[in-house]
């Protein structure tokens, strides 16, 4: 009898999740859906910062996705959608920052990065080629004499 209690309640809380899960955001068709799904992907969880709005479950971002729900269902495009958002929460709440004053770094540092790497390894490179003179081939021939 226990058993069959357990497993009921089992069932009853195991529906409720199932419910939940459910999607909230009904649309008028296909491509809303779609244009939803990619900008929560998109737009970054002003909260979670290494989470974008779909995988968030902080109260900003159900905030952030009824506000592009709505938007959508007004007929906003994404690029208008993205330009709301970035001037409510600034750039950080976009994924692909603007090539900026402030953001500059983001897109230079990669690139110097890179080329001081490749510099480094052509001057390692050199140096290492370089030939020993007469008097060091001499010391290490005697050095290696003595091991003998």
């Known amino acids: ?16 999740a199932l419910l939940a899960s459910e ?6 068709n296909g491509a809303q859906h779609a ?3 990619e900008l929560t992907k998109a737009l970054r969880c002003p ?17 952030l996705k009824r506000k592009v729900h709505e938007l959508i269902l007004q007929g906003q495009s994404s690029e208008q ?12 709440v976009y994924y692909q920052p603007p090539v900026n004053p402030t953001t500059i770094w983001l897109w230079i540092l990669p690139i110097g990065f890179i080329l ?3 510099g480094a390894v052509i001057f390692s490179q050199r140096k290492g080629s370089t030939q020993l003179s007469d008097e060091q081939a001499k010391h290490a021939q005697t050095l290696l004499e003595k091991d003998d």
Request: net charge negative; charged share 20%.
């Open 23 to 28: 999607d909230a955001y009904k649309f008028d």
């Open 81 to 92: 959608i993205i330009h709301f958002m970035k001037q409510r929460y600034g750039d950080f």
């Open 116 to 118: 001081a790497a490749g």
């Open 35 to 37: 244009t939803f799904i």
């Open 47 to 63: 909260k979670c910062q290494n989470q974008n709005l779909a995988d968030s479950d902080a109260m900003i971002a159900q905030d």
């Open 1 to 16: 009898m226990a058993s069959r209690f357990s497993v009921l309640c089992f069932c009853a809380l195991w529906s409720v």
